[in-house]
């Protein structure tokens, strides 16, 4: 069947957990024989010719979203706030030469645009509190939107992926209104056809705050997209020495967003109490500014002993992981962790904490410390610095766990779901 998946995240210029989950999933859908149509908010519109179309949608890959909302009563202005909400096709002919986003991609057979959705979207509930409705020339059958959106696509049953309800657990990490976000969530396990988590954490959260809404949420758990082979050993460190002036086995890495919930400032502080000779790698933009994360990461570049990339693609940022003495990730919750996953996949030690669904995603092949312990956290990054038997154990642990959320389990999972809420 048809399927439609939503581009919120995968229009950004820098890749997110939800962009990676959304490009992860449009695979998987292909792999499963659907088609896969994919919903972006670009300022893509009717009149523009189907040639400008897709020159401007590769221009926008390069920005956020739709860009600045245009000034009042202006032709613009007018177009995207009582225009029509239908969606045009943005047609891929391969004029524009699309291979230098090859890892930014998703899998998409009909790739289409409703101008300036998303911002539209949220404006128009935070006013009306209601969801706009958008409507596509032969709609999938099923609408799969990647984040919880104030979006209805007509015509389709409407599926709405929570990963977690951070805003609402820890309300002091995030800047999101905190009653928009509860009243859509509300509004999510009343209305929609069907809402997909990805781990039970994540369901029981949602389910202690709307109990009623346990007949139509699934968890389907995440995958990962097999990552190419790292080339031989001798390869990779030639690789990590001309990229980074790094060794294989000298550094402990930590990759993600930069924000409160990943617990940065404890995670810098107990690796800086170490007496370890190797770096700290973190790879990731600060999402927004804590001056606890801030301290800690300047105090440590100082020293020298933290490097910090802000952005890095796809395929150099797998040669750190394989190459890394043990990813870092004491997170004070998660949805999933999907950096986890990636780590332990690639046969690389993790050390993580018994938060939110990392237990689950983790099993037994990692080192587990309590998030909110700088001295426990301490413990267990000295433990993999010094005790080679231990990340022998987890490099051989890893890629078994990591099997648990292969592509083939995440399809029948999906499967199972897509059937559920078609037959209701």
């Given amino acids: 069947m048809r399927i439609g998946v939503d581009g919120f995240n995968l229009a950004l210029s820098r890749g997110t957990g939800v962009a990676t989950y959304a490009r992860t999933l449009t695979y998987c859908l292909r792999a499963m024989g659907h088609e896969v149509d994919v919903v972006y908010g670009m300022n893509i519109y009717a009149r523009t010719s189907p040639a400008m179309r897709e020159i401007i949608f590769f221009d926008s890959l390069d920005q956020d979203h739709a860009g600045k909302a245009p000034k009042a009563l202006t032709k613009r202005w007018f177009s995207e706030n009582f225009g029509p909400r239908r969606a045009v096709e943005v047609p891929m002919t391969g004029r524009v030469e699309p291979r230098g986003f090859a890892h930014r991609l998703p899998a998409a057979d009909r790739v289409l645009n409703v101008p300036a959705l998303f911002r539209h979207a949220a404006r128009h509930y935070k006013r009306s509190k209601r969801f706009l409705n958008i409507q596509v020339e032969n709609p999938p059958a099923v609408m799969h939107w990647t984040y919880p959106l104030p979006i209805r696509l007509a015509g389709a049953k409407n599926i709405y992926t929570i990963h977690d309800l951070v805003p609402l657990r820890l309300p002091y990490t995030t800047l999101d209104d905190k009653g928009v976000h509860f009243r859509l969530i509300r ?10 988590t990805v781990s039970e954490a994540s369901r029981q959260d949602i389910l202690s705050f709307h109990p009623g809404a346990e007949r139509k949420i699934f968890n389907t758990y995440q995958s990962f997209r097999p990552k ?3 080339r031989d050993d001798a390869a990779l460190a030639g690789e990590l020495s001309g990229l980074f002036e790094l060794s294989p086995d000298g550094y402990f890495l930590f990759f993600g967003s930069l924000e ?5 400032g404890r995670m810098i ?10 770096k700290l790698v973190i790879v990731g933009a600060m999402a927004w500014k804590s001056e606890s994360e801030l301290r800690h990461l300047k105090r440590g570049q100082s020293s ?7 952005y890095l ?23 999933f962790g999907l950096p986890v996953l990636e780590a332990l996949a690639l046969g690389t030690p993790v050390l993580t904490s018994r938060e939110g669904a990392l ?3 983790a099993g037994e092949a990692a080192i587990f410390v309590d998030a909110y312990d700088v001295g426990v956290i301490t413990a ?8 080679d038997a231990t990340c022998a154990a987890l490099r051989v642990a890893g890629p078994k766990q990591a099997e648990i959320f292969s592509m083939q389990a995440y399809q029948e999972r999906l499967r199972r779901m897509y059937e559920q809420v078609l037959k209701e």
């Fill in 187 to 196: 509004d999510l396990a009343q209305s929609a056809d069907m809402i997909c």
């Fill in 228 to 230: 190419a082979e790292i």
């Fill in 260 to 264: 409160p919930k990943k617990n940065i």
């Fill in 269 to 278: 502080e107990a690796f800086l109490a170490t007496a370890s000779a190797r």
């Fill in 304 to 310: 020298g002993r933290v490097l910090h990339l802000e």
């Fill in 313 to 335: 693609p796809e395929p150099a940022l797998n040669r750190l992981i394989r190459g890394a003495r043990a990813v870092l990730f004491p997170s004070l919750t998660e949805g």
């Fill in 359 to 361: 237990p689950e995603v």
């Fill in 380 to 387: 267990g990054i000295t433990h993999l610095d010094q005790d």
